[in-house]
């Protein structure tokens, strides 16, 4: 399994972005998909996940009412809409996938991550 993210960039804050989120080769196994970031100086953390059974959404408390996950199973893509961006936004985001429907951190596939910039 392949995972590729883009969509990271530089934008003012109160800006908005989509991350993208492009899976390959055996997608038949991913259930649950996962954003993450890490921040300069800061452990790695789940942002938002999605179910593969049901498409049920999860969001860390900073991301609720701001950021919205989704999938297209057609193309096999998840994606990540981020509004009202915020300085403290900025981090590398990566977005990960498992046979398994959790939310967290020990996802067994990994993207290389994409550069999200907030000026404020």
């Known amino acids: 399994v392949q995972l590729q993210a883009s969509g990271g960039g530089l934008v003012q804050a109160g800006g908005s972005l989509r991350l993208s989120c492009t899976v390959s080769?055996?997608?038949?196994?991913?259930?649950?998909m996962v954003w993450a970031r890490q921040a300069p100086g800061k452990v790695r953390e789940w942002v938002s996940c999605?179910?593969?059974?049901?498409?049920?959404?999860y969001y860390e408390d900073s991301a609720k009412g701001r950021f919205t996950i989704s999938r297209d199973n057609a193309k096999n893509t998840v994606y990540l809409q981020m509004n009202s961006l915020r300085a403290e936004d900025t981090a590398i985001y990566y977005c990960?996938?498992?046979?398994?429907?959790?939310?967290?951190?020990?996802?067994?596939?990994w993207g290389q991550g994409t550069q999200v910039t907030v000026s404020s």
């Open positions: 080769g055996s997608i038949f196994s991913i259930n649950g």
């Open positions: 999605i179910s593969g059974r049901d498409g049920s959404t």
């Open positions: 990960a996938a498992d046979s398994l429907n959790f939310c967290g951190m020990d996802y067994e596939y």
